[in-house]
């Protein structure tokens, strides 16, 4: 068999797993884990599978049975045509992020050349019936970070009202976007930001877990929202009623350990009563300009002074502590990662990612993921 036919059989069976009804990311990454490998779910015996934790006879019986492979093909038929990126959770190109979530998807389906693994990434998220103060501070706040962190991506999810003004602000502003989406990419939802969409592929990403031909169904859009979270080092809530998906993507982000901001507004306005709630009950830092999100999330501006200053301290560095700066440098790592391309333990990988934090090179992020301050 060539190169070419056994990674496409390996990409069929990654899809395929994924088409396993009832199984959820959790349980099949732990099925991989035990099999060994995802070839060797679909070729281990069902009495093996069943001693499985949380598996049992029942669920044994469904994998065995299920005969995916057929659907598996039909999604690379199309992923292929339409030059669609399929990364499944161990691969390289996996978001870093989203790795780090217990539950986050086997697989994503990427439509664009958006990295997504960047050193600083945002979700923007709110209702969909934003008031002129809602688009002003979006606007505001996405001019600010095209102005002061011009390389960083901001997330959400090209529904209509802040999402959607969130994307076309980045767009304008020329800073890259992306969108997760509640279904496959054969179709936009919501139609009207077809014409976004097609220019966000150009200057971002569109991002799915599902497969080519779902369609945009309400549960989908509950499950896309753990992506926009997962994808972000903090997401920012910039007006939500008492209830919505914007305040769903909020706790999830919390669950996640990551940070979460939102922007206040009167006490007697209904779209700002999940905003005014989030910070009320400490689910959320009060958000009133970029300086709040650059202070607590420990980043500093970009500008020619703080690159002349880090390139003096880059020259007083051990040799060891200029290797895992590289490795960071080349995108933001979890410890782990860190310490097998460095190729020491992570004990002392520890040790010299301290050092490089107390000496302002490193910042550690939640899930233990590093990168350059």
Request: proline share 4%.
């Amino acid at each position: 068999m060539s190169d070419i036919s056994k990674n496409q059989e390996d990409i069929r069976y990654k899809i395929a797993i994924g088409l396993i009804p009832k199984i959820g990311p959790i349980l099949t990454k732990r099925l991989i884990a035990y099999c060994g490998s995802v070839e060797g779910v679909f070729n281990e015996k069902k009495t093996k599978l069943s001693k499985i934790p949380g598996i049992a006879e029942k669920l044994a019986t469904l994998i065995s049975n299920h005969k995916n492979l057929d659907k598996a093909d039909q999604e690379i038929e199309f992923i292929e045509k339409h030059r669609i990126k399929a990364l499944f959770y161990l691969d390289h190109e996996y978001p870093e992020r989203l790795k780090l979530c217990e539950d986050a998807p086997i697989i994503i389906y990427v439509k664009g050349d958006a990295i997504l693994n960047r050193q600083k990434v945002v979700s923007i998220v709110g209702t969909r019936n934003p008031t002129d103060y809602g688009r002003s501070m979006t606007r505001n706040l996405v001019e600010q970070i095209a102005a002061s962190h011009p390389d960083m991506l901001i997330v959400s999810g090209l529904a209509y009202g802040i999402d959607i003004c969130a994307h076309k602000s980045a767009l304008k502003n020329n800073v890259d976007t992306v969108g997760i989406l509640g279904h496959g990419l054969s179709t936009i939802y919501p139609s009207a930001h077809r014409e976004t969409a097609k220019l966000m592929v150009e200057k971002g990403a569109l991002v799915t877990e599902f497969r080519h031909d779902e369609k945009p169904e309400s549960p989908n859009f509950v499950k896309r929202n753990r992506i926009i979270a997962g994808l972000a080092d903090a997401t920012i809530v910039v007006e939500s009623g008492e209830q919505g998906g914007a305040l769903i993507t909020a706790d999830i982000a919390n669950s996640y350990n990551r940070d979460v901001f939102a922007f206040p507004g009167r006490v007697d306005d209904k779209y700002s009563i999940g905003c005014n709630r989030l910070v009320k009950t400490n689910r959320a830092a009060m958000m009133e300009t970029l300086e709040d999100l650059e202070y607590l999330m420990g980043w500093q501006r970009t500008d020619k002074k703080k690159g002349n200053i880090q390139g003096e301290l880059f020259t007083e560095l051990t040799d060891e502590e200029k290797m895992l700066t590289e490795i960071i440098r080349q995108e933001p790592a979890a410890i782990d990662q860190i310490a097998i391309r460095g190729n020491m333990p992570v004990s002392k990988a520890s040790g010299i990612l301290l050092n490089l934090e107390f000496k302002g090179i490193v910042k550690c992020l939640p899930g233990k993921v590093y990168q350059l301050t």
